[in-house]
């Protein structure tokens, strides 16, 4: 093994626990290497290397092909993040979910282990835009954001719409694909603010690795509010609408 794929919706935890897995000796976090802001390992910067770019390069799988070999050919273990967003923007179709993004494919032919993490779409929503307004992104100390924030509904009738279709695509996904753990963001950091033990057995069994030696604090603090409700400022409005909707009633 010298490829671990971190898999998740944006806002969801891969920092936080990329932290904790790259102290472990053998393991390098190369960062979103789909992200065209990624300041470590990225896809988009090795074809500008190379002399092609993300929209120029017409055998876009070839080449990925080829930057994951070279990523497997290293000694080190090297600790990829993809969002499913990003697999969008490569992969416009994905969105349609006609077929497996060729990312995917790519990775899962190997196989390579997933580590994948869930949480709640309107958890995400909501947390994306605080990270906006407030300017943080990630931090190490505590986090408080004291401002509310009003939720456009139509905008987030889009974004719910879109989350639907990927966890029903990604529930099928996995249905197939046994060479994973899942892991949700609001049990996966316990009240001391580490990486719970039963997640670390978890990762221990999936790669096969001594994970016992590593402190299990992340190195980011978690930003999420104690209530989600006391973060929407027309709570009532998104409560009364999301009521409404049978598909994310649930």
């Given at each position: 093994?010298?490829?671990?794929?971190?898999?998740?919706?944006?806002?969801?935890?891969?920092?936080?626990?990329?932290?904790?897995?790259?102290?472990?000796?053998?393991?390098?976090?190369?960062?979103?290497?789909?992200?065209?802001?990624?300041?470590?390992?990225?896809?988009?910067?090795?074809?500008?290397?190379?002399?092609?770019?993300?929209?120029?390069?017409?055998?876009?799988?070839?080449?990925?092909?080829?930057?994951?070999?070279?990523?497997?050919?290293?000694?080190?273990?090297?600790?990829?993040?993809?969002?499913?967003?990003?697999?969008?923007?490569?992969?416009?179709?994905?969105?349609?979910?006609?077929?497996?993004?060729?990312?995917?494919?790519?990775?899962?032919?190997?196989?390579?282990?997933?580590?994948?993490?869930?949480?709640?779409?309107?958890?995400?929503?909501?947390?994306?835009?605080?990270?906006?307004?407030?300017?943080?992104?990630?931090?190490?100390?505590?986090?408080?954001?004291?401002?509310?924030?009003?939720?456009?509904?139509?905008?987030?009738?889009?974004?719910?719409?879109?989350?639907?279709r990927e966890d029903?695509?990604?529930?099928?996904?996995?249905?197939?694909?046994?060479?994973?753990?899942?892991?949700?963001?609001?049990?996966?950091?316990?009240?001391?603010?580490?990486?719970?033990?039963?997640?670390?057995?978890?990762?221990?069994?999936?790669?096969?690795?001594?994970?016992?030696?590593?402190?299990?604090?992340?190195?980011?603090?978690?930003?999420?509010?104690?209530?989600?409700?006391?973060?929407?400022?027309?709570?009532?409005?998104?409560?009364?609408?999301?009521?409404?909707?049978?598909?994310f009633a649930?």
């Amino acid at each position: 093994m010298s490829i671990i794929l971190l898999l998740s919706r944006q806002r969801s935890g891969t920092g936080a626990l990329a932290s904790v897995l790259e102290r472990h000796p053998g393991i390098v976090y190369c960062g979103e290497v789909l992200d065209p802001t990624c300041e470590e390992r990225s896809f988009r910067r090795w074809l500008t290397e190379r002399g092609s770019t993300i929209d120029e390069a017409i055998d876009q799988p070839a080449r990925f092909a080829d930057f994951v070999d070279e990523l497997k050919a290293e000694s080190q273990i090297n600790l990829i993040d993809i969002k499913y967003n990003c697999l969008a923007s490569i992969n416009p179709p994905f969105h349609s979910f006609l077929d497996v993004p060729w990312v995917l494919q790519i990775l899962s032919m190997l196989p390579v282990p997933i580590v994948h993490l869930r949480r709640s779409p309107l958890e995400t929503y909501i947390s994306a835009k605080i990270a906006e307004r407030s300017g943080t992104y990630h931090t190490t100390e505590i986090f408080s954001f004291s401002e509310v924030v009003n939720v456009d509904i139509p905008e987030l009738k889009n974004y719910l719409e879109i989350c639907y279709r990927e966890d029903r695509f990604f529930e099928k996904f996995f249905a197939g694909y046994s060479f994973h753990a899942a892991f949700d963001y609001e049990t996966m950091i316990t009240s001391e603010g580490r990486v719970s033990a039963e997640v670390m057995a978890d990762l221990e069994r999936l790669l096969s690795l001594d994970l016992s030696a590593i402190d299990t604090k992340p190195r980011f603090a978690k930003q999420a509010p104690v209530s989600l409700a006391g973060k929407i400022g027309n709570l009532p409005e998104v409560t009364a609408w999301l009521g409404k909707c049978e598909a994310f009633a649930a």
